[in-house]
């Protein structure tokens, strides 16, 4: 039973049951109706409790339900919000520790609500691209006023309990129960005290309206507009609001209504369903089970302090496991301690962290230039040098001091992650743990699993990634992963759009307004060009069939390496963040062009947007036909996570789904007949040829 009905004296109780949140499914919304008749019909009864067990008051929608016939089946949450309005006995919310979305639409149309302290209240619809339908972009503005309402609405932040309480003139809640222990005898005690007061308070009946309406809320759409630019939903919450200050109820809600149903369908609502759903799915690996044991990870060794170790370092520290580092020498030592604490005390210097918590990260630190001191460790992150002699000597340490059963992780971005798992005579504790730069903040983590690798080491590298925040997605082993894999495709394209007439800024610029956070030159001046120069020339000796333009190398042999040396693609000066456009980089490239006798052409928006972006998706396709991604939404979430994909497209998949396969194939048959380009290239993958002839989508 996901709602149980009980009786207390003349107090009915429906308790919402459905772990974890109460989510508000069918079965769920049965039980509500038929206690409510229940109670209608037993005549000792004179007031009813709705609250839920556990965990929660209700998180909203059934997640489970989403997009499923049963999310609309009778009773939908419109009925069961009728029924308790409708009811001839008073109900009365009992809310506690979660009360979000639809579970909060149903507390507003109880005829009363006593809330415990802590518990988080929310309407979270706008961050699935929706809004409120159930009456609350109508009923909220009634009891915290127009204002408070629209803030929850349009950013689906949760407000705690108490806070809410506080604000003057407040119905939201008719009152605080002293402690969440206390709500259940206080609800019932509440309800008595109001059992016979008639006519019973709606919501629906009090008023909303600003003193400054018209202004107010065209300040809110400006404000929205700049926020939410690639969004429809935020400007239709204020649309919403608005309704409520301008309409009869029936006639607001009647608007809420269309307004939600016009957002349903929009390809940036779907997007953000699909990346809720992804985001979810990417922790579930298909063959290790759940309940797969763990092994504990109480301390945590790593070794390299460079740009990535201390990122790394800080994750850990951040989530209050200690971390030893460890160096060949006390000045790396020195350095990388040195870049954790300016990182720590930029972030107090901000305000986002409080000194004392600070000090507590640090002191979870220490460091160490013996092999010895990682013994204990039940976690070893290799940062080192990109070499695989360098993984060697550190792996084949590494077995022979790490206890047994210890993790051994490397956060190698290029190199075999079973070659190195070799180095050791357990390669079924060896996986890759490969972070992104900056590593304490990036949120994406691409979990490697090599041959050997054991199921509890994936099962407890995907849990230790929940902990330290991160977004987790398995990868196989190949060159570059996933996700750089991938963006090499990318790169390639970006420079051949360099040899046939663009600029670096026409073709960030074009990427950059489809959504990207940064074009391809731009990323490559923050990650360094040498990077790609270093992996080119490795190219060059393994697979010479490759085709690059030859722009890139010309950059980096004059040592315009990126923002470090403060010259790449662009120019960059000390206080300012902005990429500048230099004259002799547009000129290197015109020359270049030059040499190898192109007429330069007029490329469109168009043509360098969908050249990128089906670069990306054809690479795609090969990685999951060779199994190296386990589903399409891996890909997505790795893009959106890790490489600044545009959220309201959903990531390259979902994005070419939308776009349609057999428009993408058609785009790539035109773009293998230019002679500049690769016909090679643009051979659509298995995988995308299959999925068109059988009319499929990713
Ligand atoms: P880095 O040069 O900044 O740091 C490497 C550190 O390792 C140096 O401090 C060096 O002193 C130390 N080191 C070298 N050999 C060692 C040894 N034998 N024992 C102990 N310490 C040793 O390099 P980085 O950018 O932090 O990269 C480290 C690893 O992370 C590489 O495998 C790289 O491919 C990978 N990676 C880098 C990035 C990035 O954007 N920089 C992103 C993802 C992964």
């Given at each position: 039973m996901t709602a149980q009905y009980q009786v207390h004296g003349d107090v009915a109780v429906i308790t919402l049951n459905n772990p974890p949140v109460n989510g508000l499914g069918l079965a769920t919304r049965r039980g509500i109706v038929d206690g409510l008749e229940r109670a209608e019909a037993d005549a000792t009864v004179r007031a009813v409790v709705i609250t839920g067990a556990g965990a929660a008051f209700s998180g909203g929608a059934d997640i489970k339900e989403f997009g499923t016939d049963k999310s609309l089946a009778e009773p939908n949450l419109h009925s069961v919000i009728g029924a308790v309005e409708q009811c001839s006995k008073p109900v009365v919310a009992a809310i506690h520790s979660v009360c979000m979305g639809g579970g909060l639409e149903l507390a507003l149309a109880c005829h009363y609500r006593i809330a415990a302290p802590g518990c988080s209240v929310a309407l979270p619809e706008v961050k699935l691209g929706i809004l409120p339908g159930a009456g609350g972009t109508q009923r909220l503005p009634r009891v915290v006023g127009v204002e408070a309402a629209l803030n929850m609405i349009v950013s689906g932040e949760a407000v705690k309990s108490e806070l809410i309480a506080a604000?003057?003139?407040?119905?939201?809640?008719d009152k605080m129960a002293a402690a969440p222990e206390a709500l259940a005898d206080e609800s019932l005690a509440f309800a008595r005290s109001i059992a016979e007061a008639r006519p019973l308070p709606l919501v629906r009946g009090l008023p909303a309206s600003h003193p400054q309406g018209d202004a107010y809320f065209q300040f809110a759409r400006n404000m929205v507009k700049g926020m939410a630019k690639?969004?429809?939903a935020p400007p239709k919450c204020v649309d919403a609001v608005e309704a409520a200050t301008k309409q009869k109820f029936a006639d607001g809600l009647a608007t809420e209504r269309e307004l939600f149903i016009s957002l349903m369908w929009t390809p940036e609502s779907r997007a953000l369903r699909h990346l809720f759903f992804a985001e979810r799915a990417a922790s579930k690996i298909p063959d290790v089970p759940a309940d797969t044991p763990q092994r504990a990870i109480k301390k945590v060794g790593v070794i390299g302090a460079g740009t990535m170790g201390g990122g790394i370092s800080m994750n850990f520290l951040n989530a209050g496991i200690p971390v030893k580092m460890l160096e060949m020498k006390q000045e790396a030592l020195d350095r990388g301690l040195a870049t954790i604490r300016k990182n720590y005390e930029a972030q107090v210097k901000k305000g986002k962290l409080k000194e004392g918590r600070y000090q507590e990260r640090m002191a979870l630190l220490s460091t160490t230039l013996?092999?010895?001191?990682?013994?204990?460790?039940?976690l070893i992150v290799e940062a080192v040098f990109e070499d695989l002699n360098v993984k060697e000597a550190v792996f084949k340490q590494l077995d022979a001091v790490a206890k047994p059963g210890a993790i051994l992780a490397s956060n190698t971005s290029t190199l075999d992650l079973d070659r190195i798992a070799a180095?050791?005579?357990?390669?079924?504790?060896v996986v890759g743990m490969h972070f992104f730069s900056p590593a304490n903040v990036m949120k994406l983590l691409e979990v490697v699993r090599g041959k050997a690798t054991a199921k509890d080491v994936l099962a407890t590298v995907m849990s230790v990634a929940k902990k330290i925040k991160k977004v987790a997605v398995v990868s196989g082993v190949c060159d570059g992963f996933i996700g750089n894999r991938m963006i090499e495709r990318y790169s390639q394209q970006a420079g051949f759009l360099l040899d046939e007439g663009c600029t670096p800024s026409q073709v960030d610029r074009a990427i950059e307004k489809f959504g990207f956070a940064m074009g391809p030159f731009r990323m490559g001046d923050l990650a360094g060009n040498d990077i790609g120069w270093a992996i080119r020339k490795r190219r060059a000796v393994e697979s010479p069939d490759i085709k690059y333009s030859k722009t890139a190398d010309l950059l980096c042999e004059q040592g315009r390496f990126g923002q470090k040396v403060g010259k790449g693609w662009y120019d960059y000066v000390p206080g300012r963040r902005d990429a500048i456009a230099n004259a002799e980089v547009e000129k290197m490239i015109a020359d270049h062009r030059a040499s190898l006798g192109i007429t330069p052409r007029k490329v469109s928006d168009e043509e360098i947007v969908q050249r990128l972006v089906f670069s990306l998706v054809n690479e795609a396709a090969h990685i999951l036909e060779e199994g190296i991604a386990n589903k399409a939404s891996d890909v997505d979430v790795v893009y959106i996570f890790g490489y600044g994909f545009p959220v309201h497209r959903g990531g390259p998949l979902n994005y070419a789904n939308e776009f349609g396969l057999f428009n993408l194939v058609q785009a790539m048959k035109r773009f293998a007949k230019?002679?500049?380009?690769?016909a090679r290239f643009w051979q659509p993958a298995p995988l995308l040829a299959r999925l068109v002839a059988e009319g499929k989508q990713f």
């Open positions: 604000m003057p003139g407040q119905k939201l809640f690639n969004f429809p013996s092999y010895e001191d990682l013994k204990d460790c039940d180095f050791t005579n357990r390669p079924q504790d230019n002679p500049l380009d690769d």
